[in-house]
């Protein structure tokens, strides 16, 4: 059986090898930032997109002076939930800035799972265009989705809120929160619990965490869950609840 990780684990050596570059400026006012990490489980709006198991992860982003950037994320994902794909990749774009102390934020973004659609099944992607902005500790964002979300059939304008507020105890040690609603679910993107409650057309996860800063390694503890007990690919199989509270762990580098 091929290894589901490999592709993004050749990404991220790519990624350490470039390290140097990227700490580059390049030229016309550009520069290039990288990111990789490895966590206990990859939670998307509470989900877990992994079955609870490990993730790897790693992008990168190139940004203008002028506010404009462009950037990638990865990660692997369980292929039986993704109709064959075993890779996430993020495409992303827009404008930030600020204004006194108030930040914004404004772009779009596209999920593509390649190769899903495999047997014949739906081929899964979307796109979404998002606003955000904040003012102090506190951050407010709304994403819209443009496309059907997520390849679920006549399901375009998923919406989702998300709330955070992050404080900083030390210059290394950070507490964050955050509060999500997934909304507006229609169609083939409504979901219907393990015990066969629904469909509902929404989703609420939250987060309480703490990040540390150490020495460029950001070392990351969450607790992580949702309102619903909800099972789908590879955990359908055991009626396997990938919504649930559950601690996540996390190790990224920023370059």
Do not use: C
């Amino acid at each position: 059986m091929k290894n589901p990780t490999t592709p993004i684990v050749v990404a991220l050596f790519v990624l350490f090898a470039s390290s140097a570059w990227a700490q580059t400026a390049l030229p016309y006012d550009i520069t290039m930032s990288a990111n990789l990490g490895v966590a206990s489980d990859y939670r998307y709006r509470g989900i877990s997109q992994t079955n609870r198991k490990p993730a790897f992860q790693g992008g990168f982003d190139f940004a203008h002076k002028s506010g404009f950037y462009l950037g990638n994320w990865n990660s692997n994902v369980d292929s039986a939930m993704y109709n064959g794909a075993n890779l996430e990749m993020d495409f992303y774009g827009g404008y930030k800035g600020a204004w006194s102390a108030f930040s914004y934020d404004a772009g779009l973004l596209y999920y593509d799972y390649p190769g899903s659609g495999a047997g014949g099944t739906t081929r899964i992607d979307n796109t979404e265009l998002y606003v955000g902005g904040g003012w102090g500790p506190v951050s407010l964002k709304v994403s819209y989705a443009v496309s059907d979300f997520f390849g679920a059939q006549d399901s375009k304008g998923a919406y989702y809120l998300d709330g955070s507020v992050a404080f900083a105890l030390t210059k290394a040690l950070s507490l964050v929160a955050h509060l999500g609603y997934q909304g507006n679910l229609k169609n083939g993107a409504r979901v219907t619990e393990i015990d066969g409650s629904g469909p509902h057309r929404s989703i609420t996860d939250w987060k309480l965490g703490a990040s540390y800063d150490a020495k460029g390694w950001l070392l990351g503890a969450s607790v992580i869950g949702t309102d619903r007990k909800l099972s789908a690919g590879t955990a359908a199989i055991g009626r396997r609840n990938i919504s649930g509270e559950a601690l996540l762990l996390s190790v990224t580098r920023s370059f």
